[in-house]
């Protein structure tokens, strides 16, 4: 039986496509959003699909309004949503403040904050108790950048996630009561394309072994997290934000 329908955004590569590959596996129904490559989004759902759950990919453009309304369009034909992972994210070009332009800044937010608010609340409005939901759990995509500030190199992404981080908790609060908890995941440096689209293609393995722990992340070590605050397991956790980032962020 399955353990309901889970929406992740940005489902297509990294650690969208590794929390979506594991809940497959793991019992859960899976729509899987992207914004460009569906044939990665439709490998992942084909996986998904072999673990024996359900799976269908929806191209959707979550910094826009129009791309998630379509991608709830296909929620509810797709079922009852009983999980979001809030995960599609982006950055830029590494640089100090005086690189950036207000375009720059103004997409990164737009997807980062401003669509990840529209998106939860798509998703509040079908889990509240109060709406006539059965509840469900939110997990939020943050980063350990929301802690350490990225200086020089990305001072506007680590914003956006301090906004998730001050997002997160509110939201916990606002909606605890109709039976949605609301959790944050914070990444360290994890080994996905998001180093390449931001310059950096050799980030893991050069500021990895600068961790605590000694190297990078994998995308399933963040999924496991993921997993976890979706799943009964974590039935008494509300608000919380989960360092996944090998130590990281706890360096004085
Ligand atoms: P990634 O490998 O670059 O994958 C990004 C995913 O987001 C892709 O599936 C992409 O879809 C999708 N996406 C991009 N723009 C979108 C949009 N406008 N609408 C819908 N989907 C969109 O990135 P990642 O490393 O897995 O990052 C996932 C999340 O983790 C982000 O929120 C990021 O900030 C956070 N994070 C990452 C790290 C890290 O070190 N990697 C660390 C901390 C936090 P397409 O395939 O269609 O392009």
Not at 76 to 99: C, P
Not at 139 to 149: D, E, F, P, R, T
Not at 203 to 217: D, E, K, M, N, S
Request: proline share 3%.
């Amino acid at each position: 039986m399955t353990k309901g329908v889970c929406l992740i955004t940005g489902g297509s590569r990294g650690i969208g496509a590794a929390a979506a590959r594991m809940a497959g596996a793991r019992g859960w129904d899976v729509l899987i959003n992207y914004n460009a490559n569906a044939a990665a989004a439709e490998a992942v759902a084909e996986d998904v699909r072999r673990s024996g759950a359900r799976a269908e990919i929806v191209a959707g453009d979550v910094a826009t309004e129009a791309g998630i309304m379509a991608t709830y369009e296909a929620v509810d034909r797709f079922g009852s949503l009983t999980a979001l992972v809030n995960n599609a994210g982006i950055g830029d070009q590494v640089g100090d403040i005086t690189t950036f332009s207000f375009d720059r800044v103004d997409r990164i937010v737009r997807l980062n904050v401003t669509g990840a608010i529209i998106v939860a609340r798509e998703a509040v409005k079908r889990m509240a108790t109060r709406f006539g939901g059965k509840g469900g759990s939110i997990i939020n995509i943050s980063s350990s950048a929301a802690k350490l500030g990225g200086n020089d190199q990305f001072v506007d992404y680590s914003a956006t996630k301090g906004a998730i981080d001050t997002f997160t908790v509110g939201l916990a609060l606002e909606w605890v009561k109709d039976g949605i908890r609301v959790n944050a995941v914070r990444p360290g440096v994890i080994d996905t394309d998001f180093h390449s689209n931001v310059g950096v293609p050799d980030r893991p393995a050069t500021v990895g072994p600068q961790q605590p722990l000694g190297r990078a992340g994998t995308p399933e070590e963040v999924a496991e997290a993921i997993m976890w605050l979706m799943s009964d397991a974590s039935s008494y956790t509300v608000g919380a934000i989960i360092e996944v980032s090998g130590g990281r962020s706890i360096v004085p």
